[in-house]
């Protein structure tokens, strides 16, 4: 069975590796919690922590070095399609437990395939770090966290860099976002800023192309694409692009679709942008 625990802790001289160093690191955190009478959890997380649920999701964050786990519950079988080791080899506590606790704890709606952990949030970012980034997305008020899910899971097949959105009226993390994001979340830094119009202007600024979709849009994408950094701006389903948000951006773009209905959800519109915008960014290098 294939794990990402198989790999050796350290490499064939006896040198200690980063990884080595990171799990140690989690282990000494799980240690001190438990002497202080940690235990697994069994409520909603407490301010500043998710609980993440599903295989791919659960996968995903132990794979994540920056993600700080503090412990987990998951039945066999759902421990075995993991390819988890001993609970005692892991460094964070690890309950086997029958679904039904699962199901108590997330309610019977969440789909959690046997595991859920409890983790910090991840760290926040800021415009300043998308220094290498050449392919963003930015949310105008998207707030439906399933729907933000699945562009995050788009946005990373796709190769995006960065996910920019405003701090209100968008999802927070949570097990729901990242469940729909199916491990994405790891993988894609999110921006929270407080003004969407200023942002894009700081954007502009430091070299980025900013095109908000818009049926209307005076050109297609394809023919509107002209630099070397694009951040692609969507906004929310049924309201679109705010006002302001259809000021700031440098163009306004539709995307060509042959048939009847020329409107997609911001999701499926993100794809179809997405893969439009990385053919050009790639060709533009």
Same mark, same amino acid.
């Given at each position: *069975?294939?794990?990402?625990?198989?790999?050796? *802790?350290?490499?064939?001289?006896?040198?200690? $590796?980063?990884?080595? /160093?990171?799990?140690a690191?989690? !282990?000494?955190?799980?240690?001190?919690?438990?002497?202080?009478?940690?235990?697994?959890?069994?409520?909603?997380?407490? %301010?500043?922590?998710?609980?993440l649920?599903?295989?791919?999701?659960?996968?995903?964050?132990?794979? +994540?070095?920056?993600?700080?786990?503090?412990? *987990?519950?998951? &039945?066999?079988?759902?421990?075995?399609?993991?390819? #988890?080791?001993d609970?005692?080899?892991?460094?964070?506590?690890? %309950?086997? =437990?029958?679904? !039904?606790?699962?199901?108590?704890?997330?309610?019977?709606?969440?789909?959690?395939?046997?595991?859920?952990?409890?983790?910090?949030?991840?760290?926040?970012?800021?415009?300043?770090?998308? &220094?290498?980034?050449?392919?963003?997305?930015?949310?105008?008020? =998207?707030?439906?966290?399933?729907?933000?899910?699945?562009? *995050?899971?788009?946005?990373v097949?796709m190769?995006?860099?960065?996910?920019?959105?405003?701090?209100?009226? /968008?999802?927070?993390?949570?097990?729901?976002?990242?469940?729909?994001?199916?491990?994405?979340l %790891? @993988?894609?830094?999110?921006?929270?800023? !407080? +003004?969407?119009?200023?942002?894009? &202007?700081?954007?502009? %600024?430091?070299?980025?192309? &900013?095109?908000?979709l818009?049926?209307?849009?005076?050109?297609?994408l394809?023919? $509107?694409?002209?630099?070397?950094?694009?951040?692609?701006?969507?906004?929310?389903?049924?309201?679109g #692009?705010?006002?302001?948000?259809?000021? /700031?951006?440098?163009?306004?773009?539709? #995307?060509?679709?042959?048939?009847?209905?020329?409107?997609?959800?911001? /999701?499926?519109?993100?794809?179809?942008?997405?893969y439009?915008?990385?053919? @050009?960014?790639?060709?533009?290098?």
């Amino acid at each position: *069975m294939q794990t990402g625990y198989s790999e050796p *802790m350290s490499d064939p001289t006896g040198k200690r $590796t980063r990884k080595d /160093s990171h799990y140690a690191r989690l !282990r000494r955190d799980h240690r001190a919690r438990k002497a202080a009478g940690g235990a697994p959890p069994s409520q909603g997380p407490p %301010e500043g922590q998710v609980l993440l649920y599903g295989l791919h999701t659960v996968r995903a964050a132990l794979d +994540n070095r920056a993600r700080v786990i503090h412990d *987990m519950l998951v &039945t066999e079988n759902a421990a075995a399609r993991l390819g #988890l080791p001993d609970p005692d080899a892991l460094p964070f506590a690890v %309950e086997t =437990v029958h679904p !039904r606790r699962i199901d108590a704890l997330l309610g019977g709606e969440a789909v959690h395939q046997g595991v859920v952990l409890r983790a910090d949030a991840l760290a926040p970012r800021t415009l300043a770090d998308l &220094t290498d980034a050449r392919l963003v997305i930015v949310l105008d008020q =998207v707030t439906d966290p399933h729907n933000v899910g699945a562009l *995050m899971r788009s946005g990373v097949a796709m190769g995006a860099d960065a996910l920019v959105t405003t701090a209100r009226h /968008s999802p927070a993390e949570s097990g729901v976002l990242a469940k729909a994001a199916s491990g994405a979340l %790891e @993988h894609l830094p999110i921006v929270h800023v !407080r +003004n969407l119009a200023n942002a894009l &202007t700081q954007m502009a %600024e430091r070299g980025f192309q &900013t095109v908000g979709l818009d049926s209307q849009g005076p050109q297609t994408l394809e023919e $509107t694409l002209r630099a070397g950094r694009i951040a692609l701006v969507l906004g929310a389903e049924g309201k679109g #692009l705010r006002h302001k948000t259809r000021q /700031s951006v440098t163009d306004l773009a539709r #995307l060509d679709i042959p048939g009847p209905i020329k409107s997609l959800n911001v /999701s499926n519109a993100a794809v179809l942008s997405l893969y439009i915008a990385h053919r @050009h960014v790639g060709d533009a290098r």
